[in-house]
């Protein structure tokens, strides 16, 4: 039996491997596509499966962009490092007086 994950990666999988079997089909036999569906023209679909990859291309990346952005404004800055290192000092100093009092106790 497959799990979850193994089914969704075949399907991924499969969707891609007909998506570039698709694409290079319509690609290089655009001739063909324009002759037997009587659609546009041998330039337009070379065009537009050129122009569609590469728009998506670019708003991927320009959306990563943005993301990135958007994580840094909204993330709050980080404590600087002198209070960083005066509270750890301070967390020693209780760490040492704890077996001190309890010898005291003894």
Known sequence: MVSKD???GGLILI???VIIIGYLV?????EWVVDNLKI???GGIRYWLAEIPVLIAVVAVLGIGAWIGWTMATTPPP?????????EK???EKAEEKPKAEEKKK
């Open 6 to 8: 193994q089914a969704i």
């Open 90 to 92: 301070k967390e020693e």
């Open 79 to 87: 404590k600087p490092i002198e209070e960083i290192e005066a509270e």
């Open 40 to 42: 546009g023209s041998v």
């Open 15 to 17: 969707v891609c491997l």
């Open 26 to 30: 319509a690609l290089f036999g655009a």
